[in-house]
């Protein structure tokens, strides 16, 4: 490649946005038919099946699409906490169950030993101490 091309950046990208317009109504429509197989008409019958929220949390007016990284199926429609949340986990269930394990067995609590004085302890490392010490 020479490096050289027939439109400037401002044209090229000009160009690409009114393709995208004449063909598919728009970038929205486009996004979700090339990223993900369904259209907007798509999107807004699974967004209904769903109730009109996120799969996950229940927030109102969710606008991410969840797919399967390995199939490309989409499962559903995700706010933009949630999508992210399963990326981080890297759609992993075991990931997922031991972050739930991690939540629920971490519970600081403070202990007072002395007047004034505090033990912080968590239930899942540190047995809490007895009333004898």
Request: net charge positive; with cysteine.
């Amino acid at each position: 490649m020479s490096g050289y091309h027939s439109y400037c950046l401002p044209c090229h990208n000009a160009r690409g946005q009114e393709t995208r317009k004449r063909l598919y109504g728009g970038s929205r429509e486009y996004h979700l038919r090339e990223r993900y197989g369904i259209g907007q008409a798509g999107f807004d019958e699974l967004l209904w099946r769903q109730g009109g929220v996120c799969a996950i949390c229940g927030v109102a007016d969710p606008q991410h699409v969840d797919h399967d990284h390995r199939t490309g199926a989409v499962r559903g429609i995700l706010c933009f906490n949630c999508n992210g949340g399963l990326g981080q986990f890297r759609d992993d269930p075991d990931r997922l169950a031991a972050a739930i394990r991690y939540l629920k067995g971490t519970t600081w609590q403070r202990t007072l030993i002395h007047p004034g004085v505090y033990r912080i302890t968590s239930s899942m490392r540190v047995r809490p101490p007895s009333r004898s010490s």
